[in-house]
């Protein structure tokens, strides 16, 4: 399987709850990023985590990393409609240092 | 809005039509990409430019033919495709791994093409 799964696949909540994905990893890593994407377009950078931090924080977003258990939560607080969309985590391979392995992705639907 | 610009955003084209999609950005980032990203599939990484040459090729059918003829512009060129290539094409950039690569800065992605070979 491949680096970087995360759980749930899909995640429908109401407005105002809060979400929380979970990606798992393989490999050792230096960092560990989420992208959202909304239907049909390009990823969107939002957070990146370093492997020697636990938590982190961006507006309504705090990631979580624990580099024992390879795994890192994401935690979308207050979600909106507008949250809508994809989430992936991704890791870049420590080889080469250009290869990205992105998880298979949790698809959020938050109704308003 | 994203830095990095895609053109076309839609393209269909026949199984025997020669195609280009069309790669831009101006932050001055000297690594891009091209992934590939099929219906609620994660990307797939097709290849990856540092300084204009080549780094990586995923072994890519023959068909998809990347260049990289500055460092602003990124195409793929596209020839005698097959209808399971229809996917989003998507084109990135980052800073190179010199100044800490996509590892410590992340990637930054165009809108895409979405692409049907029919």
């Known amino acids: 399987s491949q680096q970087g799964e995360e759980d749930p696949q899909a995640l429908s909540i109401q407005e105002g709850e809060n979400a929380t994905m979970n990606c798992s990893y393989k490999t050792s890593i230096n960092n560990l990023q989420w992208y959202r994407q909304n239907s049909g377009r390009g990823l969107v950078h939002l957070i990146l985590?370093?492997?020697?931090?636990r938590e982190k924080h961006s507006g309504r977003l705090r990631v979580t990393l624990d580099t024992s258990k390879k795994s890192s939560s994401l935690l979308i607080t207050a979600s909106r409609a507008a949250d809508t969309a994809s989430y992936f985590c991704a890791t870049v391979l420590n080889t080469g240092g250009f290869k990205t392995i992105f998880g298979a992705g949790t698809r959020l639907f938050v109704k308003a | 809005d994203t830095e990095v610009t895609q053109t076309p955003k839609h393209l269909v084209m026949g199984m025997t039509n020669k195609k280009s999609l069309k790669c831009e950005q101006h932050?001055?980032?000297?690594?891009m990409y091209w992934y590939k990203q099929k219906a609620k599939k994660p990307p797939e990484l097709m290849f990856v430019?540092?300084?204009?040459?080549?780094?990586i090729n995923e072994s890519v059918p023959s068909r998809f033919s990347p260049e990289c003829p500055n460092s602003s512009l990124l195409n793929l060129h596209l020839h005698a495709l097959q209808p399971e290539d229809s996917a989003l094409y998507l084109c990135?950039?980052?800073?190179?791994?010199?100044?800490?690569?996509?590892?410590?800065?992340?990637?930054?992605f165009g809108s895409g093409t979405r692409l049907t070979v029919v």
């Open positions: 990135a950039s980052s800073q190179d791994r010199g100044t800490g690569g996509p590892a410590f800065h992340g990637y930054t």
């Open positions: 985590i370093r492997s020697n931090e």
């Open positions: 430019y540092s300084y204009e040459k080549l780094s």
């Open positions: 932050m001055g980032h000297r690594a």
